[in-house]
């Protein structure tokens, strides 16, 4: 027997709330880099050359 098969399967779920989405080239108007302020930390939050988003303090 496959312990495998044992295992219950988890579906997927809606979730409560709306979640505002964002675009991130929205976000980075001058298709680099932005800076996203929470309370006193300063975080970047970059586009890659090939797509990804980067986020660093």
Known sequence: ???MTDVPRSTPTKPKQKIDTYDARDI???GVQACIV??????YLRIT???KLILTK
């Not at 929470?38 to 975080?43: I, W």
């Open 38 to 43: 929470l309370d006193d930390q300063t975080y």
């Open 49 to 51: 050359r090939a797509g």
């Open 28 to 30: 980075v108007k001058d």
């Open 1 to 3: 027997m496959n312990a």
